[in-house]
């Protein structure tokens, strides 16, 4: 259980990273099943690679967060 706030955020923002990736992770096999030169595929794989700079950067962030001590 977090005890202050950064290892709050910190815990919040690794679920949310990790919950994310995989959700991520589940369109891009969904995406791949799609034929190419189909209308929009260009943006459904730029929105792909968004999503996962979006959550390496959360994931990131949240282990840099993370108490730099640990309590043994």
């Not at 996962?52 to 949240?62: E, I, V």
């Amino acid at each position: 259980m977090p005890n202050t706030l950064r290892e709050f955020v910190s815990a919040k923002l690794i679920d949310s990273g990790i919950e994310r990736s995989m959700e991520t992770r589940e369109l891009e096999r969904s995406i791949a099943g799609i034929p190419d030169g189909r209308v929009g595929l260009a943006t459904a794989h730029y929105a792909v690679r968004s999503a996962k700079r979006r959550d390496a950067l959360r994931l990131w962030l949240g282990w840099r967060l993370q108490p730099r001590h640990f309590d043994v």
